[in-house]
Nanobody, 115 residues
């Protein structure tokens, strides 16, 4: 059974940092791609960072240079390091793992950037 459990969200001031974690059970990082998405209130969900099974990363323009996706294959955990946070980064952040035929999501963790 595939399970994804996010943690690390919370309230942070503008300019601050957070690191989100996603513990993934039931899949191999050597086969599945990994991604973080977010959804702000009243807006559509958007992809913020993707890491392919081969380790190639890509980012939304709005977070380039501020967010970093990484993984620990030994612990089957994927991370999203977020720095220089802005109020517009506020939203529910979701961890996602997918292959050509399968797609799994976590339950989400809330990030609020506010003074």
């Amino acid at each position: 059974q595939v399970q994804l459990v996010e943690s690390g969200g919370g309230l942070v001031q503008p300019g601050g940092s957070l690191r989100l974690s996603c513990a993934v059970a039931g899949i191999s990082f050597s086969i599945y791609h990994l991604a973080w998405h977010r959804q702000a209130p009243g807006k559509q969900r958007e992809s913020v960072a993707i890491m392919t099974s081969g380790g190639t990363t890509s980012y939304a323009e709005s977070v380039k240079g501020r967010f970093t996706i990484s993984r620990d294959s030994a612990k089957n955990t994927v991370f999203l390091k977020m720095t220089s946070l802005k109020p517009e980064d506020t939203g529910a952040y979701y961890c996602n793992t997918f292959s050509r035929t399968e797609d799994y999501w976590g339950q989400g963790t809330q990030v609020t950037v506010s003074s």
